[in-house]
């Protein structure tokens, strides 16, 4: 009897090619006919892309859950592969979607030899890859830097490489809350590399152009640009899963996030938002930065003090998600409960010990193993790989955005490969 193989090895049993061209140029259609009017998208090429009828990689910031659409459409009638998060691949509302269209499966912020294989066939075939070199879409509204390696994976293939800037995009599917809210979304695209420059580049030069040309803060944008984006009167629902510190007294996780403010339980600090997500504070008491992006980035430069105590230790009771094995996860999930425990992050690094279908169960990741973690949805959990294999963490406290700001600071105060933009943001 032939043995039944796992959702993970029909995956990688694939061998992708280009997408089928007349499927790919309809569902597009369909996308353009119902999305691009109503998320407001304005595209300007810089450089043409539609008419490089070649082999090419388009990179772009990770804006938001919508970027294919934004990404996608514009570049018609070209067709395009996509790389996405190999998890993705074992939701069943995606899962035929992305075998239909011959997207790539790529395990975040770890290195997969499969991905590189793949994308190779695609491109020797005379196809084009998007891909968006962050990893995930973006958690504050603005770019964290490329992924390690992103560099060294661009000069290989040496064909044109082009970029797209999504302007807008995080505004209307931020984060912190999975409800729409449509406005204006703007796109660019132009020209990042030639196949000569890529020659004679470093992995390194690549990487840092590619951060200062991606780089982009959708709430100074809409500082300057003030475009209202609808909503139901819950434009800061869930906000305090990001901003969980406050300004003002600077107690932790004491922030409040719903219908259009977002207060201090402990001390009263806080903001009332409008549609163009500018924040006007309470009174004159109240301090408030000046955008959400600021507000997130004195967080980190917090935590940025808190690590170089050498005790420094986060602990948190969790669930722990595994991908099944034989079949695909159902009503949106992003993993299976199938144990429960603790984990501790330290300037030792990251620690799961619990349980995992009842039994014991515990790993360890070096600092250096760990540059940040993956995030399916919103910021109410968060996933990394151990041995290869999908490990999701369900916190029993809403202190998920400090475990990322926290793990993504240890690994580079330890001299981690993932280190900060060089430039001013």
């Not at 990688?12 to 109503?38: C, D, E, G």
């Not at 043409?48 to 990689?57: A, T």
């Not at 992995?203 to 944008?221: K, S, V």
């Not at 760990?370 to 809403?398: I, Q, W």
């Amino acid at each position: 009897m032939k043995e039944k193989l796992t959702v993970a090895q029909k995956i990688h049993a694939r061998k992708i090619k280009k997408p089928p061209t007349v499927i790919y140029r309809i569902l597009a259609q369909i996308w353009k006919m119902l999305f691009m009017k109503k998320y407001g998208v304005k595209v300007t090429y810089n450089v043409d892309i539609r008419k490089d009828k070649g082999s090419y990689i388009l990179v772009s910031n990770h804006a938001s859950r919508a970027d294919y659409i934004f990404t996608g459409v514009p570049m018609l009638p070209n067709c395009c592969n996509y790389v996405a998060g190999y998890n993705e691949f074992h939701r069943s509302h995606l899962a035929f979607v992305f075998k239909l269209l011959q997207v790539i499966p790529k395990k975040n912020f770890v290195p997969d030899v499969y991905t590189i294989k793949q994308v190779s066939r695609v491109l020797q075939s005379g196809g084009r890859v998007v891909l968006f070199p962050e990893g995930m879409s973006s958690i504050s509204g603005a770019n964290q830097p490329v992924a390690v390696g992103t560099g060294k994976f661009i000069k290989h293939f040496g064909v044109q490489v082009y970029y797209s800037v999504i302007k807008g995009g995080y505004l209307t599917t931020p984060k912190y809350n999975l409800n729409d809210r449509f406005g204006k979304v703007e796109v660019v695209f132009d020209r990042m590399f030639t196949p000569e420059e890529l020659k004679s580049l470093t992995p390194e030069q690549i990487e840092d152009r590619m951060n200062e040309l991606l780089y982009h803060d959708d709430y100074a944008w809409n500082k300057e640009k003030g475009y209202e984006y609808k909503n139901n009167g819950d434009i800061a629902d869930g906000l305090h899963t990001l901003l969980y510190r406050c300004p003002k007294c600077g107690k932790e996780f004491s922030m409040k996030g719903e219908g259009n403010t977002i207060r201090c339980l402990e001390c009263g600090n806080g903001a009332t938002i409008c549609n163009t997500y500018a924040m006007t504070p309470f009174d004159d008491t109240c301090v408030i930065p000046e955008t959400q992006t600021a507000w997130f980035n004195m967080q980190r430069e917090q935590v940025k003090s808190e690590i170089l105590d050498e005790t420094f230790t986060l602990v948190e009771k969790v669930k722990l998600g595994n991908l099944p094995d034989y079949e695909n996860l159902k009503d949106l999930k992003t993993s299976e409960i199938v144990g429960e425990g603790t984990i501790t992050l330290n300037r030792n690094g990251f620690t799961y010990d619990g349980t995992r279908k009842g039994k014991p169960f515990s790993f360890h990741l070096t600092p250096a193993e760990l540059p940040t973690y993956g995030m399916c949805t919103d910021v109410s959990r968060f996933y990394t790989f151990y041995k290869g294999e999908f490990m999701e963490f369900y916190p029993e406290n809403e202190t998920v955005e400090k475990w990322f700001l926290a793990t993504e600071e240890i690994h580079r105060l330890t001299g981690g490969k993932w280190q900060d933009f060089k430039f001013e943001k």
